[in-house]
């Protein structure tokens, strides 16, 4: 879990591998599971997503961690908790796809929270969540992205699909 490799789709030549922690950058204890990968159109920045909420953006050219994010206010040590608990709420916020969205300068990300996370691809890679309409629109976990500017579509468990015109994030 938590290894990254970038492989030549024509050639099948493995180009990067990385074996760090996607938040840390670290090799030692537990990394989570990774469950979503993107790069941004330069393929200067990456953005990583695991089953235990956290996103990284990370430059993978170097194996350098760039940012982080964490869940709600969670420290790392709490989501690396034993209890059932602790890996319950861990879970409840797997983020389960990622995509960059160029017009936009931003990473997107969605999940089992039912939010759309932005994540800012500028200097101070600043998070933001639209909460004028979290929870308002999918009543369950959200699956997958699609975009085509200025449109994104989101897609759920609850059999939605929610198409987003956007002039802003």
């Not at 602790?86 to 916020?93: G, N, Q």
Request: glycine share 8%; proline share 4%; hydrophobic share 40%.
């Amino acid at each position: 879990t938590g290894r990254t490799k970038i492989w030549d789709v024509e050639s099948a030549e493995l180009l990067f591998a990385y074996n760090g922690d996607h938040v840390t950058g670290t090799k030692e204890g537990r990394q989570p599971a990774l469950t979503a990968f993107a790069l941004d159109i330069e393929r200067r920045r990456a953005i990583s997503a695991a089953e235990d909420g956290t996103v990284g953006i990370w430059n993978p050219n170097a194996g350098v961690v760039l940012n982080h994010f964490l869940p709600a206010a969670m420290s790392r040590q709490q989501l690396q908790g034993q209890s059932s608990q602790a890996r319950a709420i861990a879970k409840s916020l797997e983020v389960r796809a990622v995509i960059y969205w160029p017009e936009m300068h931003h990473f997107i990300a969605v999940g089992w929270s039912r939010s759309l996370l932005c994540y800012s691809d500028q200097q101070n890679y600043g998070q933001s969540v639209e909460p004028n309409w979290v929870g308002k629109c999918h009543k369950a976990d959200i699956m997958c992205l699609a975009l085509n500017h200025p449109f994104l579509a989101t897609g759920g468990l609850d059999g939605m699909l929610v198409i987003w015109k956007a002039t802003s994030v």
